[in-house]
């Protein structure tokens, strides 16, 4: 069995999709259940439907076409992302795991191929936050790690709830029926740039992912007293905005002082109230981001954290509440199918690295009701969430080739 990939036709449908967006080319903005979402996911489904795969779509719109196989009963092998975008996003992102995964399948029928197990192509819903400020929501739903009650009360910053905005956009079933059984999927795979710059760097094509790191999000709040940028005296304030930069600096210096390489933390919104340049800030929110392979040593972060806002709150004279959004647990990939994928690798020459994903991924959510694991591609610089995004065409194909072998042996 020699599989081939079409490249020309996958780095076509690439870009034909990279067109379905609500900005100007080349940026691609395509948040979820917006009109250039839905069209999106139209034109993608018609794909699907012409190699001959049934579509199945759960109430939060992810979406499942299927290959059956000559044992329809038997758990699934299963592939996938996402081809949601934030804005002002690139084209690869999501897109090469959903196309390369349906390349990946087209290959196998050519050749003839013929899956015991039925494979699954797997267009996960809103894998970006930016809608409802949780990432991986349809796969959270799938695995059953948010609930249907939670996920119904999101809503976006317009105010629209989960429940509203999907029924909609026409996905009307019970939020209750999205979760999987824990014997669904028999293996998942999913391919997807690296978003960073080490497979370039090392000159690799391919990376196989051993472990995806565990994010954590907090909501901080800071609340001290305002006034007057003239009249009220250095000794007598409570500056918000001076007892967030404290805790913005305590928070980099609790991820550098750990030493570990994948500790990460990052506050990423700052916002303050009331914001003019005359008025002394009363109240600060910040957003931050702390992730780490080792669930010990995320958590150890989180309450280095919580000591330093008591800390900050007590010398500062000012309130410090933290809400926690999110802490995930780490995923390690399944050695079975990391061996399959190496095999791959070595069947067609190809050399790889043994990576962490410190980006989480619909797989970090997959991996708590299947055995999964991830192929990662090199992206240009390791830019990712940008218009100049690019991953190129040779390495796509080597991605989908080395998918589609994984996918053959798992399912033979
Ligand atoms: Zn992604």
Not at 179 to 194: G, M, R, S, T
Not at 275 to 293: E, F, K, M, Q
Not at 322 to 348: F, G, M, T, W, Y
Request: charged share 25%.
């Amino acid at each position: 069995m020699k599989i081939e990939i079409d490249g020309e036709r996958l780095v076509r449908e690439i870009e034909e999709l990279a067109k379905i967006s609500e900005a100007e080319p080349p940026v691609v903005t395509r948040v979820v259940f917006t009109p250039a979402d839905l069209k999106a996911r139209a034109w993608l489904k018609a794909q699907c439907q012409d190699a001959g795969l049934a579509i199945r779509e759960d109430a939060i719109g992810n979406t499942f076409a299927r290959w059956v196989g000559s044992d329809p009963r038997a758990p699934i092998v299963g592939t996938g992302s996402h081809i949601d975008a934030i804005p002002n996003a690139g084209r690869f992102d999501g897109v090469v795991g959903v196309l390369g995964g349906l390349e990946a399948i087209r290959a196998l029928q050519r050749v003839r191929f013929r899956p015991t197990c039925s494979i699954e192509l797997l267009i996960f819903t809103a894998e970006e936050p930016t809608r409802f400020g949780i990432g991986c929501l349809g796969s959270r739903l799938l695995a059953g790690t948010l609930s249907a009650d939670a996920a119904a009360k999101l809503s976006d910053k317009a105010g629209c709830s989960v429940e509203d905005v999907r029924t909609q956009a026409g996905f009307t079933g019970s939020l209750g029926d999205v979760k999987l059984p824990p014997d669904y999927y028999k293996a998942f795979v999913e391919l997807h740039i690296e978003q960073g710059p080490i497979l370039e760097r090392e000159r690799k094509p391919l990376g196989i992912v051993e472990r995806i790191a565990a994010p954590a999000s907090l909501m901080i709040t800071i609340e001290g007293s305002g006034g007057h940028a003239g009249g009220v005296l250095m000794p007598d304030r409570h500056d918000a905005l001076c007892a967030a930069a404290e805790l913005i600096l305590a928070i980099e210096d609790a991820a550098r002082s750990g030493g570990a390489i994948d500790t990460v933390a990052t506050v990423g919104i700052c916002d303050v109230f009331p914001g003019a340049i005359n008025s002394i800030p009363a109240r600060v929110r910040l957003g931050v981001d702390l992730r780490d392979t080792s669930l010990a040593r995320r958590d150890a972060g989180l309450r280095a954290l919580e000591g330093a806002c008591r800390a900050i709150a007590a010398k500062r004279q000012v309130e410090i509440n933290s809400e926690l959004l999110n802490a995930d647990a780490p995923a390690e990939s399944d050695a079975a199918i990391v061996a399959v994928l190496r095999q791959a690798c070595e069947k067609h020459g190809l050399s790889y690295l043994p990576m962490t994903s410190r980006a989480y991924h619909d797989s970090l959510f997959m991996s708590r009701i299947a055995p999964v694991a991830m192929l990662f591609i090199p992206c240009r610089n390791g830019y990712s969430h940008r218009p100049d995004e690019y991953a190129s065409p040779e390495d796509i194909v080597k991605g989908t080739l080395v998918l589609a072998e994984t996918l053959a042996s798992l399912t033979s």
